[in-house]
């Protein structure tokens, strides 16, 4: 028997580590479905057994409503909304009934013809909120397939044995409900290092490689498969040799981190006694106990659009405190900085269905903060939520996408208005929040002096950052390799931001995936920064890189890395730094 020639593919690095198992090919289209002619006496059997099936997929939805809640929270649950809804859809559904009557189908056959047809109509409009809606149509069709097949299980519950799945796409419901047992990873077609997968990869501490151009051509369930989620790289068909040499890594991996998770509860300062704070980013409140497990001294982003995207209509006040109460109450005192939602671009959700919101260039366009002006009450109504919260622990407020001094103005008379509403209804909360801004475009940086006298802190925001300064929309795979986070005009318009930041007496952090890289760090310490808030799976390795350095030595560093002209001579010259001095930092 000839063995399968090894296939090496290229991707990008969303969450780190190394899976080595079998491929579990998550397709929803892979059932095959019988078409056949049914006899006129059949017709109500037929829709009998389509109303049993629907019934089934509802309360098998209501059932993973029901896990969701208990998982994460009540707030979450609506993640399957969509779904049930779907299952709902009258129109649709007599449709089905209709072709069963008319055409004399069986019950499959006619479901899928419709639900298809209407996924291809979502996936054509040119609203996004309508096109995002087909992989849940995917996601009904499937389910209620399966038991018109008599076949158990959900989408993703077939999964007998640990496997690395592998797939087009997974939407948040799949990734939030799936045994993380029988997974060992993941490898997706699409997405980047910020899209929804990654990060909740990530929350999941579950290796990770997107954006792996193909990978569904060439694969077939229970092929082994090596994942490398810290470099990008995905080996289908290894040879011995080549899984000899990953197990070697997977096992020094594992020592490396046990050492790491030793020192969780040592203090993240240089050798020469300066101190770094290290927070976590987090967007879940599932993922709290990976905040404490990391040695985290806070939440340095609480991305609170997660909430805001998962519904189909902007969550209420209510909703919106108890889940940053209990967020701000689970850290004992520690600083949360919630960042005010950051939806628009990439994030569009049921609830921006705004006349007109289409645009040919999203990234630029109507988003983040500039939503919130716009909409001013359901800004000041997550506004009245978190200061309604600070009552309960020590909250930091953050807004993204500042351009312009006037926002923070018109930010600050806001946030006047909401507190005077609170003291005239006898609603505790605390006076002097500290507030601050995500430093994600060029215009903010070039203004960071004039900022800084009316806030209290900054946090750079590099995926943006990176984006704006470079002209590169990161998602897009035809311009991508010019996305260079070492780039020396971005890393001018950081030390800009932080020299701003220290002449008015506000501190400086970061909570851009730059930071979770171990290459920057001695970089990012010489230029001063006072923070530096990573992802929790990252947070131990940045922790160590600190611990190992001498603060004068990284200013030398950074000096140096601001006299280059070119990306690649800062790269190799941070490099040559690792290699001498954190070596297995560059592995790992």
């Given amino acids: 028997m000839n063995e399968q020639k090894q296939q090496r593919f290229a991707g990008i690095n969303a969450s780190p580590g190394i899976a080595i198992g079998p491929a579990y090919y998550f397709n929803r289209e892979k059932l095959e479905i019988p078409h056949r002619k049914i006899r006129e006496e059949e017709v109500e059997s037929e829709i009998a057994r389509l109303n049993t099936a629907l019934q089934r997929a509802r309360r098998d939805l209501q059932s993973i409503k029901q896990m969701i809640s208990n998982?994460?929270?009540?707030?979450?649950?609506?993640?399957?909304?969509?779904?049930?809804?779907?299952?709902?859809?009258?129109?649709?559904?007599?449709?089905?009934?209709?072709?069963?009557?008319?055409?004399?189908?069986?019950?499959?056959?006619?479901?899928?013809?419709?639900?298809?047809?209407?996924?291809?109509?979502?996936?054509?409009?040119?609203?996004?909120?309508?096109?995002?809606?087909?992989?849940?149509?995917?996601?009904?069709?499937?389910?209620?397939?399966?038991?018109?097949?008599?076949?158990s299980g959900g989408i993703l519950e077939d999964v007998q044995e640990p496997s690395i799945i592998v797939s087009t796409a997974l939407s948040p419901t799949d990734m939030i409900t799936i045994d993380k047992t029988k997974v060992l990873g993941f490898v997706s077609e699409t997405g980047g290092r910020t899209s929804h997968m990654a990060i909740l990869s990530r929350a999941l501490q579950l290796p990770a490689v997107v954006g792996v151009d193909k990978i569904s051509e060439n694969i077939a369930d229970g092929s082994k498969l090596i994942i490398d989620g810290t470099h990008g790289t995905v080996i289908l068909h290894p040879d011995e040799e080549t899984l000899d040499q990953f197990r070697g890594e997977q096992e020094h991996i594992k020592e490396f981190e046990e050492t790491l998770h030793s020192h969780i509860d040592l203090p993240a300062e240089t050798r020469d006694k300066t101190k770094i704070i290290l927070s976590a980013n987090i967007g879940l409140p599932v993922e709290l106990e990976n905040v404490r497990a990391s040695g985290a001294e806070g939440i340095g982003l609480y991305r609170t659009e997660y909430l805001y995207l998962i519904k189909n209509t902007f969550p209420t006040e209510e909703e919106q405190f108890e889940e940053y109460r209990q967020i701000t109450e689970s850290c004992n005192g520690d600083p949360v900085i919630f960042r005010t939602f950051d939806l628009g671009g990439d994030k569009i959700s049921a609830t921006m269905e705004w006349e007109g919101f289409q645009e040919s260039n999203p990234f630029l366009g109507y988003r983040a903060i500039r939503i919130c002006l716009d909409n001013p009450q359901l800004f000041k109504t997550q506004l009245r939520a978190i200061y309604r919260a600070s009552a309960y622990g020590n909250i930091k407020l953050m807004f993204p996408m500042i351009s312009a001094l006037e926002e923070v103005h018109k930010i600050k008379k806001m946030i006047n208005e909401v507190k005077d509403d609170l003291r005239s209804e006898n609603i505790p909360f605390k006076e002097n929040i500290e507030l601050g801004a995500l430093i994600e475009i060029p215009s903010a940086a070039l203004i960071a002096d004039e900022l800084a006298k009316e806030l209290d802190f900054f946090s750079i925001g590099t995926n943006d950052l990176i984006q704006y300064t470079l002209a590169v929309d990161r998602g897009n795979d035809r311009v991508s390799f010019l996305y260079k986070m070492l780039h020396p005009s971005v890393l001018k318009l950081i030390q800009m931001t932080i020299k701003a930041g220290h002449k008015n007496n506000i501190w400086v952090g970061i909570c851009g995936e730059m930071a979770a890289d171990p290459i920057a760090v001695p970089l990012l310490v010489g230029l001063g920064l006072d923070e530096i808030s990573v992802s929790p799976i990252a947070l131990p390795k940045i922790k160590e890189v600190i611990r190992g350095l001498d603060s004068e030595q990284c200013k030398h560093i950074a000096e140096n890395v601001l006299s280059f002209a070119q990306e690649s001579d800062v790269e190799r010259y941070l490099h040559q730094f690792m290699q001498q001095h954190f070596p297995e930092m560059l592995n790992v």
């Fill in 71 to 151: 998982r994460i929270g009540e707030n979450y649950a609506d993640l399957v909304q969509a779904q049930l809804m779907s299952l709902d859809d009258e129109p649709v559904l007599e449709e089905v009934r209709t072709r069963i009557r008319e055409r004399l189908e069986n019950a499959e056959c006619a479901f899928q013809k419709v639900l298809s047809a209407y996924r291809e109509q979502l996936e054509n409009s040119d609203n996004v909120y309508v096109r995002d809606r087909a992989s849940e149509v995917s996601d009904v069709k499937q389910r209620v397939l399966r038991h018109l097949l008599t076949r």
